[in-house]
């Protein structure tokens, strides 16, 4: 939490000067599942950017890189759209990434 | 240059209203404020203000629209009572997080259910937690000096909170009194040109986001913040009260003690109530009783250390509430003034009276009551009861 405005910091009356700044905030941490990207078997279709409800899917240079894990709600859309045989995106438990 | 002339308190409030001369007004009527919005709207008519005038289809609406007028940089009020005052609740709270100055008078009057449409202060009262300024008015005078230093008090960049400013239904807002008023260029001095504090929602240069989403990593945060602002108005209100004794001769402070100093017995109450104790302490006076009164102007923020070191000494102290708290436990002003007592030594009895609920009259026989009352406590050392109510049918 040490990057978090005190309350003397942040802004009176929450009028916020930087608008659309949802990218900043980091809401990642209410999953308990998580896709992984298994890039050899990613195929390129841009299926999971597209269904993925928030915007968590990275993309550059239109290739898909990879999950934004910090906004990412593991809501398991993507894997289950993705139409790679085999998949290239895998749910797992939190539990069992080892890392986040 | 001070003109006197006669006035109910809605017309003294509606041409506060047209001397500071608001960008936008967004009001829905309701009994007793009505005429407050009725006359100011026939100043919009007349070209008397610049207003823009927004009749709205409910309370919550009126809330909402002068919000969203004051959060786009511009000096926004409306003017409410009892159920209308209800109707905002939700927005009310949202004015107060978002730090917007919006000022609003409130006619006091009770709360449903029975029906009821004479003054008592279970509206305001069920609002003294939204984050408001609260600050009573005891006659028309007062209703019309206090509405003109809200404005400067709300807009202060220290406080930026939304203040209301509170008289006694029909007791006040329909009984004509003389007042002594300013000119339309004194008071346009006095509450000055509305200043951007912060950015403002209508600065197309300059976007910014107004009610964002704050979960449990920011609330507390603007919650702190929000206190602080209400904690910190104190020296404002003084401020503000002192330029305009300047101005006008008419001097107010955070309360109003009358032969307090060196009373035995004390009263606290709220608003109107106060005019009608004056006249028993004097009768009491004369009598040889020393018998005082604290009229408490400023609600919100509660001026606990002033009020505990005023109270200090006296022997015992009755607090009149004109809203039942249904805590068991008396009145919102009974438990407030019982706990900043807490701290002062050889503190005095505390008893809570309450009364006048939907405009049961209060008269001098009900004040000659309680002070006979706290002679007795005095006396003995203990009070008979600690909650009771004033002019029921037992
Ligand atoms: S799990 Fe849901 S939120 Fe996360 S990347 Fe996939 S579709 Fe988006
Ligand atoms: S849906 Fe599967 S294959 Fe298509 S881009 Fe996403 S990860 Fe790659």
Known sequence: MSNLLTWKEVPKGAFLEKPGNAADYETGDWRSIKPVWIAENCIQCFRCWVYCPDAAIMTKDKKMIGIDYKHCKGCGICANECPAKPKALEMINESDSGDN | ?????????????????????????????????????????????????????????????????????????????????????????????????????????????????????????????????????????????????????????????????????????????????????LSDQDVQ?????????????????????????????????????????????????????????????????????????????????????????????????????KAGLLKLRVFRPFPYEELAQALSGRKAIAVLDRADGFSAFGGALFNEIRSAMYDVKDRPLIVDYIFGLGGRDVNLDHIRKVYADLAEIAKTGQAAQLVSYLGVRE
């Open chain 2, 1 to 181: 240059m001070q003109e006197k002339i006669a006035l109910t308190g809605n017309e003294a409030m509606a041409l506060a209203m047209k001397q500071i001369n608001p960008d936008v007004v967004a009001a829905y009527p309701i009994t007793p404020a009505t005429e407050i919005v009725q006359i100011f709207s026939d100043y919009v008519s007349n070209g008397l203000v610049k207003t823009e005038f927004v009749t709205v289809e409910s309370e919550h609406s009126a809330m909402s629209a002068t919000l969203g007028a004051s959060a786009s940089g511009v000096r926004a009020m409306t003017a409410t009572s009892s159920q209308g005052l209800a109707f905002m609740w939700e927005v009310l709270y949202i004015a107060a997080s978002y730090q917007l100055p919006i000022v609003m008078p409130v006619v006091n009057r009770a709360l449903s259910g029975p029906i009821n449409i004479h003054g008592d202060h279970s509206d305001t009262m069920g609002a003294r937690d939204s984050g408001w300024l609260q600050i009573y008015s005891e006659n028309t005078q007062e209703a019309y000096d206090n509405l003109i230093q809200a404005v400067r008090i709300a807009e202060h960049p220290d406080v930026l909170l939304p203040t209301m400013v509170m008289m006694d239904g029909f007791i006040i807002s329909h009984a004509m009194e003389n007042l002594e008023i």
């Open chain 2, 189 to 289: 001095k006095f509450v000055g040109e509305f200043k951007h504090h912060r950015p403002a929602l209508l600065d197309l240069d300059n976007p910014i986001t107004v009610g964002p989403l704050a979960l449990y990593d920011y609330y507390m945060e603007f919650k702190r913040q929000q206190a602080e602002a209400m904690r910190t108005c104190k020296p404002v209100i003084l401020q503000v009260a002192q330029e305009y004794a300047e101005l006008t001769g008419r001097k107010y402070g955070l309360y109003e003690g009358y032969k307090l100093d060196d009373a035995d017995l004390a009263i606290v109450v709220l608003s109107s109530t106060a005019g009608t104790a004056k006249v028993v302490v004097d009768e009491l006076r004369e009598q040889g009783v």
